[in-house]
Every structure is written in C-alpha cells, then in structure tokens.
C-alpha cells in the first residue's frame, strides 16, 4: 500500500493522508453543474462547510468560478468577492483539523484565499494559466493540486480525442509536476489529478479510472473527482440522469479510487461518501472493526 507523507502549511495542523482525505466541494457560484446558486450567500456556504466537516469531510473546497462544461470565464476580482469572506468565516467556524482548499486558476485569487484562511490551492490548469501559481505554492509552503484537462472549460467538451488517454494523462501530469518542483514545490507538496470529465468521453473516464493504480504507482498522491459527474448516469441511464441521481455511482467511484489507492476524493455529498472511502479501506489494509 503506498504510503505518503502528511501534507504541510504554515500555521495549519498537518493533513494526514494514512487513511483517505475526503474533499467536500463548496461552489459559492451561481452556475455550477451540481449545485450552482446554493451557496452564494455567505451564512449558507458557510453553514454548507461546517455540515460537510461534521459528515467526515477533511478538506472543504471553496471555489469561485464554475468549470462546468461550456462555463464562461470570472475575473479574479469577482472571484475574490465570492470567496475570501466565505474562507474567512470557514476558517473561524470549522475545528482546527479541517483543512480549506481554495479552488482556482489564478494566482492573485490564491494568494488571497491563503491570506484568508485556506491551506491549499487546487488548480485544475495545473499551473498553465497563470505563471505565479506554482511560484506562490512554493513561497507560500501551500500543498498544490495539478489537474489534468484539455483546452478549458468552454471548450473542453468538443470532440475530445486522444491516442492514448492513460499515456497522455500520465505524461501530462508528470510535466506539471516536475515544473512545480522546478519552481520550488517540495515534492512531497504536490497532488495529481487525471481530471475526470475535464476533456474525456465516457469511455475516456473509465479507462482512466482503471488505471488509477499505474496513476498511484507514480509516487505522487492522487485526487479523484468524479463526484455527480455525466459519466455516472452514462453507465447506468435507468436510474436517472440529472446530477442529483449520481450518489450511488459517485460512491462506487470513491470506493474504487481508495482501493486502487488514491488519496483523496473530491465530492458533493460527504457522508455517504466518508461511509465508502472508510469501509473500501477497511477492506484494502485488512483493518479490523473498532468495535
């Protein structure tokens, strides 16, 4: 099983990564894919972290720009509005444990975010967008996830093709990475993510989720984000195709992704998803029942 170091910022209690990290997603966007307009106000983000924190997440995303497909691009400044109050408040409002990632392509929307509380950045350009990302990561000792994703949001869906997804992904995100330690990310700072749905067909996301263990292999710890995504109800049309009728397929995926030892799940819904990333690693480590 692979082990990997806890991750570290300044000022913040470590995150453990010896059992899985469940990432709960917190848009505070009026046009997400999932769960656009719920939490703009800041008492119902707010209130919408600490319940995510109480079901089991260890980390609460903030972000503040929608990358669905076809999402159009928000200007650092209106990010930086919607999210560094919410960060803020999360930061006061959640035990000291709970870790806040902020979600962005933009440095100057980061740097904000870590002033305001956040730990983390997630940024699903992996660095491209804006040359200061990985320069901040590194001066400010903030642990970085690198995602993969063809073209951007807008366009990311149209006709997406690849020779080789798995190679292609693979490659991908060890560039990324080893221009984050170019820039000075210590290693042991950085977090792969393949991108599922950033880009891909259905098929595209299953292969690659089959092939997480030649992901994990890479040394790297590894972050699925599969949670509610279109591939769900692809697999499975008869039980519903809007977002909201994915758990159990979100579920499944968590419960692979531990198992073919992933260290982080992004997702929706924390409880259900605490409940499978737990019991799969049970299941993985032998572990016996604290009863």
């Not at 806890?6 to 059992?19: D, F």
């Not at 990010?79 to 444990?97: S, T, Y």
Request: hydrophobic share 45%; proline share 6%; glycine share 10%.
């Amino acid at each position: 099983m692979t082990r990997h170091e806890p991750l570290t910022t300044p000022g913040r209690p470590a995150l453990s990564l010896a059992r899985p990290v469940v990432m709960g997603v917190l848009n505070v966007t009026p046009d997400s894919f999932s769960d656009g307009g719920r939490f703009v106000e800041l008492d119902a983000a707010v209130s919408a972290g600490q319940a995510m924190a109480a079901q089991g997440a260890d980390v609460i995303d903030v972000g503040g720009e929608s990358t669905r497909p076809g999402a159009a691009r928000v200007p650092a400044t209106e990010q930086k509005r919607r999210v560094v109050d919410v960060i803020a408040a999360l930061r006061d409002a959640l035990p000291a444990e709970v870790w806040i990632s902020i979600d962005t392509t933009r440095a100057e929307v980061a740097t904000a975010a870590l002033d305001a509380g956040a730990s983390m950045v997630n940024d699903v350009s992996a660095g491209r967008e804006d040359p200061g990302m990985l320069a901040l990561a590194a001066e400010r000792g903030a642990p970085i996830c690198l995602m993969h994703m063809r073209g951007e949001p807008a366009t990311m869906q149209d006709e997406p093709a690849y020779e080789d997804v798995v190679g292609e992904v693979e490659a991908f995100l060890l560039e990324r990475a080893a221009a984050a330690e170019a820039a000075g990310v210590a290693r042991g700072q950085i977090v792969i993510d393949p991108g599922i749905g950033f880009g891909k067909t259905a098929e595209h996301n299953l292969a690659l989720l089959a092939a997480l263990p030649r992901l994990v292999g890479r040394g790297y710890p590894v972050l699925v984000g599969a949670s509610r995504k279109r591939f769900i109800g692809a697999v499975s049309p008869a039980t519903g195709c809007a977002a909201a009728d994915r758990l159990g397929g979100t579920c499944a995926v968590t419960a692979h992704a531990v198992a073919a030892g992933a260290a982080l799940v992004r997702v929706h819904d924390a409880a259900p998803n605490r409940q499978a990333a737990d019991v799969a690693f049970a299941i993985k480590s032998n572990q016996k029942p604290k009863i």
